[in-house]
């Protein structure tokens, strides 16, 4: 059930870059991250009736709510770039950052030990961000 919840996730992120990032282009960032969110919402309120959860506490709800909060900060950034920037630069920095910043704060606050293919990940990740983003020397 998790793998088809992740991979469901994942489709849906992928949709949502790439129809927000063209209607961006139209409409006002802030309208279509809005927009975006509360998709996320309705389809949140439909599936979780459905998906077993253990006894909820206040700590979980409260970080689903911080990641909620971030998310929806995070997406009238990214539409904003997507908006205004090339998406072959702007989603690739954005995916990287989204990675590469919860493993730094788990390392940092939280005493997460991530694997040596992690941050080897990391490692190759930032430098391809600079290639990616550099201007292009076509003659």
Do not use: E, H, K, N
């Not at 997406?75 to 090339?86: E, H, Q």
């Not at 690739?92 to 990940?121: H, I, K, M």
Request: charged share 5%; glycine share 16%; aromatic share 6%.
């Amino acid at each position: 059930m998790g793998m088809l919840l992740a991979l469901a996730s994942a489709v849906c992120y992928g949709l949502a870059d790439f129809t927000g990032g063209l209607l961006s282009r139209r409409a006002g960032f802030v309208a279509v991250a809005l927009a975006g969110q509360a998709g996320g919402l309705v389809l949140t309120l439909l599936v979780a009736p459905i998906v077993p959860a253990t006894a909820l506490t206040l700590s979980p709800l409260g970080w689903g709510a911080l990641s909620g909060v971030g998310t929806g900060i995070g997406m009238l950034f990214l539409f904003r770039g997507l908006g205004r920037g090339a998406m072959s630069v702007v989603v690739p920095v954005s995916a990287v950052s989204g990675v590469a910043l919860p493993l730094v704060v788990g390392v940092a606050f939280l005493g997460d030990q991530p694997s040596l293919l992690a941050w080897l990940g990391i490692a190759v990740a930032v430098p391809a961000l600079w290639l990616v983003s550099r201007p292009s020397s076509r003659v």
